[in-house]
């Protein structure tokens, strides 16, 4: 079966850095996504990974090793409003190619 | 501007009586899903639609029911609400399905919805 793990929930203060993993089981692997949501709000897009490697945009970079089943969502530079919850995704050719989603992580930022 | 809404944000019905969620999008997307999110669980897909008048069964389709009928609209049917049907729930949009591409789904706003 499909199976995309990722902490509960973490704690970071601002200004620093945090890095959240995500680990997945799956057959047929066809990229990886990674959302933040707001709490109350909806999820909006960060990033995307299909090769391995290091995916940078601003402040957040997103990591992929296909062969561990693992990403990680690194974030720099934390800010007050990074304090929401980020959401890994897995698409995979299994089920017509549609998102298998993680439970989500909560990110708490500190002053 | 470049949007998915959903009507209504907010529900409180009671066992057994039809309601109808409704969603739209202004991107000309191919694609459309309803997800529920419940505490604890990721969202979790109910009914996805990769083009006007196809229909597919997410994980969990029992108790719903959708259409497709404009590539715009995609309404998500509750025939019978039930309480455990007591959740959050989102309607998201992508260009298309999209397996070679990043192709980012884009969501509503959400719908909170609580069968007493």
């Known amino acids: 079966g499909q199976n995309i793990d990722q902490p509960t929930e973490m704690t970071a203060t601002e200004g620093a850095i945090v890095q959240i993993n995500c680990t997945y089981q799956?057959?047929?692997?066809?990229?990886l996504f990674w959302y933040q949501q707001h709490a109350g709000e909806a999820p909006t897009f960060l990033s995307y990974?299909?090769l391995d490697g290091l995916e940078e945009k601003g402040r957040f970079s997103s990591f992929l090793s296909r062969s561990k089943g693992y990403s990680y969502l690194l974030l720099k530079e934390l800010q007050m409003k990074d304090s929401a919850s980020y959401l890994c995704?897995?698409?995979?050719?299994?089920?017509?190619?549609?998102?298998?989603w993680g439970a989500g992580t909560k990110l708490i930022i500190k002053p | 501007e470049a949007q998915v809404t959903q009507n209504p944000r907010y529900l409180i019905t009671v066992t057994g009586k039809k309601l109808t969620v409704t969603c739209s999008q202004n991107?000309?997307?191919?694609?459309m899903s309803w997800y529920r999110q419940d505490p604890g669980l990721g969202l979790r897909q109910i009914y996805y639609?990769?083009?006007?008048?196809?229909?597919d069964k997410g994980d969990v389709p029992e108790g719903y029911k959708v259409s497709r009928k404009e590539k715009r609209n995609f309404p998500l049917i509750l025939e019978s609400p039930s309480p455990n049907q007591t959740s959050l729930y989102f309607c998201?949009?992508?260009?298309?399905?999209?397996?070679?591409?990043?192709?980012?789904?884009?969501f509503g706003p959400g719908t909170r919805l609580t069968v007493l």
């Open positions: 998201a949009s992508s260009l298309s399905r999209g397996f070679n591409s990043y192709n980012e789904q884009f």
């Open positions: 991107m000309n997307h191919e694609y």
């Open positions: 639609s990769m083009n006007v008048e196809v229909t």
């Open positions: 799956t057959s047929g692997f066809n990229g």
């Open positions: 990974n299909v």
């Open positions: 995704a897995v698409r995979h050719r299994g089920s017509n190619y549609q998102l298998i």
